[in-house]
């Protein structure tokens, strides 16, 4: 039976959105196009009528989780934000979570359409992030910019170094409530954060 270009393309985006949750929780090394495929409900073989090669669907599933992210942080004030993503629960469940805490280092060593992915991911983040500055002095806005670029870069850091201590380790947990202390203080302080 001959499928229909929408369904091609509903069944494309389902194999993104299946990529997208298996490689943040196992890494891009850790899924197997085989796996990513009988995961999404589909045939090894059908892989190659959807992607050119697996650094495709890479590129395209992080480009996914970003802009699921961007949703997130929309919906958000920064503050609440924060507070979750540097939680235990955020922490537990990286299929379900920031791409960049997830693939950043599996990122480092792909080809460059991958790291491109994480460019335009990073910088969508630096943008929604911006709230309602826009027609700030430049001076200003290169500071609140510097601001929210060290403000990932630690919600980020605090959540790899969190899951890098076993589960049950005090300083898992110790890690995430100081950074978010540290974060939640500073946003305080910073109104164009």
């Given at each position: 039976?001959?499928?229909?270009?929408?369904?091609?393309?509903?069944?494309?985006?389902?194999?993104?959105?299946?990529?997208?949750?298996?490689?943040?929780?196992?890494?891009?090394?850790?899924?197997?196009?085989?796996?990513?495929?009988?995961?999404?409900?589909?045939?090894?073989?059908?892989?190659?009528?959807?992607?050119?090669s697996k650094a495709d669907l890479m590129?395209?599933?992080?480009?996914?989780?970003?802009?699921?992210?961007?949703?997130?942080?929309?919906?958000?004030?920064a503050a609440a934000f924060l507070g979750?993503?540097?939680?235990?629960?955020?922490?537990?469940?990286?299929?379900?979570?920031?791409?960049?805490?997830?693939?950043?280092?599996?990122?480092?060593?792909?080809?460059?359409?991958?790291?491109?992915?994480?460019?335009?991911?990073?910088?969508?983040?630096?943008?929604?992030?911006?709230?309602?500055?826009?027609?700030?002095?430049?001076?200003?806005?290169?500071?609140?910019?510097?601001?929210?670029?060290?403000?990932?870069?630690?919600?980020?850091?605090?959540?790899?170094?969190?899951?890098?201590?076993?589960?049950?380790?005090?300083?898992?947990?110790?890690?995430?409530?100081?950074?978010r202390a540290d974060v939640l203080a500073?946003?305080?302080?910073?109104?164009?954060?």
């Amino acid at each position: 039976m001959k499928v229909t270009k929408a369904q091609a393309q509903a069944n494309r985006a389902h194999i993104v959105e299946t990529a997208s949750a298996l490689f943040r929780e196992r890494g891009f090394d850790g899924v197997g196009v085989a796996d990513l495929m009988a995961a999404a409900g589909f045939t090894h073989g059908g892989f190659y009528k959807h992607f050119g090669s697996k650094a495709d669907l890479m590129a395209e599933s992080a480009s996914c989780g970003f802009a699921n992210s961007s949703e997130s942080l929309g919906e958000m004030d920064a503050a609440a934000f924060l507070g979750y993503y540097l939680s235990r629960e955020h922490r537990d469940n990286p299929g379900q979570g920031c791409t960049m805490a997830a693939l950043c280092s599996d990122a480092a060593r792909q080809p460059t359409s991958v790291k491109q992915a994480f460019v335009a991911g990073i910088e969508a983040q630096l943008a929604a992030g911006q709230g309602h500055h826009a027609q700030v002095e430049a001076t200003a806005a290169q500071g609140a910019r510097a601001e929210r670029i060290a403000l990932i870069a630690q919600a980020v850091g605090a959540i790899v170094l969190s899951r890098s201590c076993p589960d049950d380790s005090s300083l898992a947990e110790e890690i995430l409530e100081v950074c978010r202390a540290d974060v939640l203080a500073r946003l305080s302080r910073a109104p164009d954060a």
